[in-house]
């Protein structure tokens, strides 16, 4: 059994910033990538930021400059830092861990959170 914990979603005015968490814990052997992405109603999910076990990290253009993926190999936990937050990054934000288990040591799943609601808005 794997568990995925999101925290730090709210309301913020723009310009303003907000901290994601997402706590992965359980059944646990190795984490390979940890990621952010969001979704708006009657649209996709899409990527927002991406980083490997190796620290390797990916962004989508819109947030390029702006938002900082992070993560604590310790605590299973990934972060996403948002700076300069915009209208447009008004969403529903899940995170997404490509994780083995105890039990299926070969092959990797992925875990998604339950989502974090971020509202931009003055």
């Known amino acids: 059994q794997v568990r995925l914990v999101e925290s730090g979603g709210g309301l913020m005015q723009p310009g303003g910033s907000l901290r994601l968490s997402c706590a992965a814990s359980?059944?646990?052997?190795?984490?390979?990538?940890m990621g952010w992405y969001r979704q708006v109603p009657g649209k996709q999910r899409e990527l927002v930021a991406i980083i490997t076990s190796g620290g390797n990290t990916d962004y989508a253009e819109s947030v390029k400059g702006r938002f900082t993926i992070s993560r604590d190999n310790a605590k299973n936990t990934v972060f996403l830092q948002m700076n300069s937050l915009k209208p447009e990054d008004t969403a529903v934000y899940y995170c997404k861990v490509v994780l083995r288990t105890w039990a299926s040591r070969r092959a990797s799943y992925d875990y998604w959170g339950q989502g974090t609601q971020v509202t931009v808005s003055s």
């Open positions: 359980g059944s646990i052997s190795s984490i390979d990538a």
